[in-house]
């Protein structure tokens, strides 16, 4: 019998903690990243922090150029200026300063470049502060502008998340990285249906450690719900495990499943219809009360889980129309055709998902 072979991609350093931007003329010199630095960050907080960054560089010997990225959301346009700047710099290695947005694009340009790239997190809102993979709407964009070749991301080589900065960064988006966190019950649920079913590849190891990273959200909630440094490091370590077990299956499998496929689809209907989608995290927070419903699971439980920690459980609390959540459930199931889930191969029918949505009490 023959095995697949397997990659594995994983941070070689990780620090977390008060004032652990100091470390990072440290790790850029451990890992023997060469000494022209690229900083990329938003055009506003995450801008002064980068600042903070060129400073504390260019005093260690560094030499550093910026990078501003103000789109929102990003395109492939974004990236391909950004690695053009790369090339026109000569840049060693790409620091993203920030959220979603802009660590997705220094991700994406390093990894078409072949460069090192370090997360540097400015908020705990999702997941990919550690993972391979990039934005459902980027990876469409570049997908569709550029081909499938230019798709795919790696793992940051490094992440640096200072919790005293992570704390200065709104509740609501530590409120949407739990919702990120919580999502993983219902992807290693589905996960696991498609190996029974299809029999898809299932790695226990990398199930165990979504699941965890779950786990640490509903046994550290009540810390978590007071907010500050500490529930900051809490969700910190949660989302840096889920990366991770993207970066042990080789896939987004251990981490999206149904209620992210919901999310998406919210976010395409946000694009056709022009309302505006709410944080990632806490889309697939309603996704996963909902799935959860369907795989019997209880619902309930993460329902009362996620509102203690002061994740948005209905649609209203989200700022969403009860429509569009009905016409995301019966569209969810075209995003991912190949990725088999609860929702089945023929997905729900507009009655289906309104009595879904409306027995689980999101809309």
């Not at 900065?165 to 990120?180: E, K, Q, Y």
């Not at 990725?339 to 998902?353: M, P, S, Y």
Request: a positive charge; hydrophobic letters at 45%.
């Amino acid at each position: 019998m023959s095995f697949k072979t397997e990659i594995m991609e994983f941070p070689r350093c990780v620090i977390m903690g008060a004032d652990a931007l100091k470390k990072i003329p440290y790790v850029i010199q451990k890992l023997v990243l060469g000494n022209k630095v690229q900083l990329v960050s938003g055009s506003t907080f995450t801008k002064k922090v980068a600042e903070e960054l060129h400073l504390m560089l260019s005093d260690n010997g560094f030499k550093v150029s910026t990078f501003t990225v103000e789109s929102n959301p990003v395109t492939h346009v974004d990236v391909k200026n950004l690695a053009k700047r790369l090339k026109t710099d000569g840049s060693n290695v790409v620091l993203g300063v920030g959220g979603g947005r802009i660590i997705d694009v220094a991700k994406l340009a390093s990894a078409w470049l072949n460069k090192p790239f370090i997360s540097v997190p400015t908020s705990a809102s999702h997941d990919g502060i550690a993972s391979p993979i990039v934005s459902f709407l980027l990876r469409m964009d570049v997908y569709e502008n550029m081909g499938s070749e230019y798709v795919e991301a790696r793992a940051p080589l490094a992440i640096i998340a200072d919790t005293s900065v992570i704390s200065n960064a709104s509740r609501r988006s530590l409120a949407a990285g739990c919702g990120d966190l919580i999502s993983k019950i219902v992807a290693v649920n589905d996960w696991l249906l498609a190996h029974k079913i299809k029999g898809e590849d299932y790695s226990e190891y990398a199930a165990a450690m979504a699941l965890m990273a779950a786990n640490i959200i509903k046994t550290g909630a009540d810390v978590i719900r007071m907010g500050g440094e500490k529930a900051v490091r809490t969700v910190v370590k949660a989302l840096i495990g889920s990366g991770v077990s993207m970066s042990i299956a080789g896939s987004s499998r251990p981490a999206s499943g149904a209620e992210h496929l919901f999310s998406h689809s919210l976010d395409l209907l946000s694009l056709k219809y022009g309302f505006e989608r709410a944080e990632h995290g806490m889309q697939c927070a309603l996704g996963t009360i909902m799935m959860a419903y369907l795989h019997k699971l209880n619902w309930m439980e993460i329902r009362s889980l996620l509102m203690k920690i002061g994740v948005p459980v209905n649609a209203k609390q989200l700022g969403i129309d009860s429509e569009y959540v009905v016409e995301a459930l019966t569209k969810a199931h075209k995003i991912r055709p190949e990725r088999l889930t609860i929702l089945g191969v023929k997905g729900l029918t507009k009655a289906e998902a309104e009595k879904l949505a409306s027995e689980t009490e999101v809309i």
